[in-house]
């Protein structure tokens, strides 16, 4: 089955997915810098780490069952190199990016300049190498996102790190390696026959290469006074943000424009808010509130809006049972 048969509603849910599952990432890691001593290059490693080994383990599973659906990494990795290098390169200068970020401008600064650019940079980029067009109605939901990142930067009680410059220059830098790996993966999707799942875990090899001298410089192993919480730390970042969020982004990109799916991953920072609030005590005022409906709005207007324009595209007014039956017969001929 091709990735494009996935229905786009079930896209967008995929990447929804995906985001609220990196949302609990930056707890974790906070987590571990605290239990386990750990940098961000040391969890980065491990996160690839964690998150390779759990998907090879799936996709061995995958290949003694339904060796069909599942393409040998040999042949998924010569199929395309160059992709595989560069996706696993974005992953993991886009990730450390973040996390050096973090480091030198403080949490809030970091994740609003990170997620608020990375919309534009997609769109940008998008237009001009997918020919994607957003119109009136997606740029205003992607407007929309964007205004909701600054009201949670301007209400957020987040505290300035030692190198504020430093820190939101690494945060655009985490933002264009997201954004190459969001139109990379959109790009191929188009024509990925199914092998959406070996790209991935091809991609967090190479990630995972990557990052090991670094980590080896600053401090691979982790300090161990209470090893089964680390370990479980560890286990959690590579298996939920990791290796399940990134195979369910890559999927959904399959059938999601670019552009939909990088303001629907905008769900990432409402996931840390509420994990903020419920875990960590901070306190939500009127600002933070309305930057969180708006950006609630862009995810729900874009995803409204791209079910409406394949709808169109199809020939089929939008949603309407009589006329979705009627048209089913000529819309899947269209696809195949």
């Known amino acids: 089955m091709h990735s494009s048969s996935l229905p786009v509603r079930q896209g967008v849910f995929c990447v929804a997915i995906a985001a609220t ?37 799936a996709h061995l599973v995958r290949r003694s069952r339904r060796p069909e659906m599942a393409p040998a990494l040999r042949t998924t990795f010569a199929a395309n190199p160059r992709r595989t290098v560069i996706t696993g390169c974005g992953l993991a200068v886009y990730q450390t990016a973040y996390f050096a970020s973090v480091q030198q401008a403080g949490l809030t600064v970091a994740t609003m300049v990170t997620l608020g650019s990375g919309p534009v ?36 009680d987040g505290t300035t790190g030692s190198a504020p410059l430093l820190g939101i220059g690494c945060a655009l830098l985490s933002a264009v390696g997201y954004a190459g790996v969001t139109l990379l993966g959109r790009s191929s999707g ?103 409906a708006l950006l609630l709005f862009a995810v729900l207007f874009l995803a409204v809006d791209e079910w409406n324009g394949r709808a169109a595209s199809r020939g089929t007014p939008a949603p309407g049972a009589d006329h979705a039956e009627r048209a089913r017969g000529p819309a899947m001929q269209a696809e195949d």
């Open 190 to 292: 188009r024509g990925d026959a199914g092998g959406g799942f070996e790209s991935t875990l091809t991609g967090f090899a190479v990630g995972t290469v990557c990052l090991l001298p670094m980590a080896l410089l600053e401090g691979l192993l982790p300090d161990l006074e209470r090893p089964v919480r680390t370990v479980g730390l560890i286990v959690y970042l590579g298996a939920v943000p990791t290796a399940v969020a990134y195979t369910l982004f890559f999927v959904g990109l399959g059938v999601v424009r670019a552009t939909t799916a990088s303001v629907v991953a905008l769900v990432e920072p409402l996931t840390a808010a509420v994990i903020g609030v419920l875990a960590f005590g901070e306190r939500l005022d009127a600002t933070v509130l309305t930057g969180t």
């Open 21 to 57: 599952a990196w949302g609990t990432g930056g707890a974790v890691a906070a987590e571990l810098n605290d239990v386990g001593g750990m940098g961000p290059i040391s969890v980065s490693f491990w996160r690839f780490l964690t998150g390779l080994g759990l998907l090879l383990a």
């Open 121 to 156: 940079l997609v769109a940008v980029g998008a237009r001009f190498t997918l020919g994607e067009r957003t119109g009136a109605a997606g740029n205003t939901a992607m407007a929309s996102g964007v205004v909701g990142l600054m009201l949670l930067t301007i209400g957020a």
